[in-house]
């Protein structure tokens, strides 16, 4: 008796210690399991005292009242399946007759009490199917990402969600991005993260830096093209809309639309075009938008005017030739003048970093996730690199970047420096490095034929 008491004890000692020190070990190991137990015995009472039942139906009392047997009680929502997962456990649901999906997002925070979890979301999956995710502890407290990700062309995980799940900024579904935080609150981080995930990738990444380059220009070698003030910025976005329209002029010769060719292979993007006739896709990341829309004189006042327009033809017509827009700023709204909220309603992604007013807030979700405004202006300071993720669907929810240093994106930016296309479009502004010279393409780069 005395060796199993102390086994049990060091059982005990090792599960606390694993618990403080390593979470996710503490799940793996014991968490999982217990919390799988505990759910599943507390599961019908949870479900009453929630509100989530429904009366028996009419034949079951008449077949009791029939039988002389006892009368049934509530019915809670059937479980499909229980799933314990890395981070936590999936419950997926089927909904009695009479309930709805909005009923279980309702009750999440107290399914959080009584199941002694850390946090609860729901999702319906399709009519009558809704699935619950449920965190066994805080898995933004210390970012890891899963070994394997779901990466695709255009499609980098970025960061992680509290539910458990990847973070993925896809730019085939969301184009354009905004991303809004106060200073320190972790906007060049998440900017990284983007930069390094989109390094390996065939896609040519355009810079605008106007702090004089201080958080783009050391990652340099992979981009194709960066402008680190105001004046080049405007000659680098005239030059992106040249080459837009070189692309639609592809893509118009390319079309193929006769009456022998199937609807699917006629081309209206890019992504439509043979692979060896398809342009390098760009994404434009923007630092600091507010500085290319301050002006103090007539003269600065006609640049900026001439930058937000070539913003907005890029926003609203970029997408098709395969032209991406990622900005980011401290505030994006009216007061930077005109043309600003035309362009911020083509920003489909938004992402808020910790803001310092409930106006800031309002510019990433007043006018498609009100509800997301609240839980933005909630991140505490001490918690850098926290931010609410929404686009236009409605929903959202809170995740965080890992962290990743500057040396980091470098190293990582500088092992994949030959994947960086050269299009003679944005040649003038290819940043001056060392060694040899690329050898200049055609006037639209396209991607090398597949193997």
């Known amino acids: ?36 137990l505990r759910v599943l015995v507390r599961y019908p009472s949870v479900m009453d005292a929630c509100g989530l039942t429904v009366p028996p139906s009419r034949w079951r009392l008449a077949l009791a009242r029939a039988t002389d047997w006892p009368v049934p ?26 309930q709805d999906a909005f009923d279980v997002a309702a009750s999440c925070d107290r399914l959080r009490h009584s199941f002694a979890m850390y946090g609860v979301t729901s999702r319906e999956l399709r009519s009558g199917v809704v699935e619950v995710r ?58 990284r ?14 810079g605008i830096d106007c702090k004089q380059g201080v958080e783009l220009f050391s990652m340099a070698r992979r981009f194709s093209a960066l402008a680190d003030n105001p004046d080049n910025a405007a000659e680098l976005l005239d030059a992106l809309v040249a080459h837009m329209g070189d692309v639609y ?22 992504w439509d075009l043979p692979e060896d006739l398809r342009p390098v896709p760009i994404v434009v990341l923007v630092d600091e938008v507010a500085e290319l829309a301050l002006f103090t004189n007539k003269e600065e006042e006609r640049r900026r005017d001439r930058i937000i327009t070539a913003l907005v033809r890029l926003a609203q017509l970029g997408r098709a030739a395969g032209i991406y827009l990622e900005i980011c700023g401290q505030r994006f709204g009216s007061e930077l003048g005109k043309g600003i909220t035309m362009l911020r309603a083509q920003l489909t992604g938004r992402t808020a ?82 060694g040899p010279k690329s050898v200049p393409g055609p006037a639209v780069e396209s991607a090398p034929a597949a193997a």
Not at 158 to 168: I, M, N, T
């Open 1 to 36: 008796m005395t060796w199993l008491t102390v086994a049990l004890v060091l059982v005990v000692a090792a599960a606390g210690l694993l618990r403080w020190r390593r979470p996710a070990w503490y799940w793996l190991a014991f968490g999982a399991t217990l919390a799988a």
């Open 73 to 98: 009680g509530p019915r809670a929502p059937r479980i499909l399946r229980l799933r314990p997962t890395r981070t936590g456990l999936v419950l997926r649901l089927k909904l009695r007759p009479g």
């Open 134 to 191: 449920m965190t066994g502890y805080d898995v933004l407290k210390r970012v890891q990402m899963p070994a394997k990700t779901d990466t695709r062309p255009m499609r980098v995980p970025v960061a992680l969600r509290e539910d458990g799940a990847v973070h993925y900024r896809d730019y085939r579904a969301v184009p354009h991005g905004l991303t809004l935080g106060a200073t320190e609150s972790g906007k060049s981080v998440y900017q």
């Open 193 to 206: 993260n983007l930069v390094a995930a989109l390094a390996p990738q065939h896609v040519a990444l355009v």
């Open 249 to 270: 002029q592809l893509i118009r010769a390319e079309q193929r639309i006769t009456a022998d060719v199937p609807d699917a292979e006629i081309a209206a993007n890019i």
């Open 353 to 434: 970093h910790r803001v310092n007013d409930e106006t800031s807030a309002n510019m990433a979700f007043g006018d498609i996730a009100p509800d997301a405004v609240l839980a933005a202006i909630q991140i505490p300071a001490e918690m850098r690199g926290i931010a609410i993720a929404a686009d236009s669907t409605g929903g959202w929810h809170r995740i965080r970047a890992p962290h990743t240093s500057l040396r980091q994106a470098v190293n990582t930016c500088n092992r994949h420096a030959d994947l960086t296309p050269d299009l003679p479009a944005l040649a003038p502004f290819r940043p001056a490095l060392g």
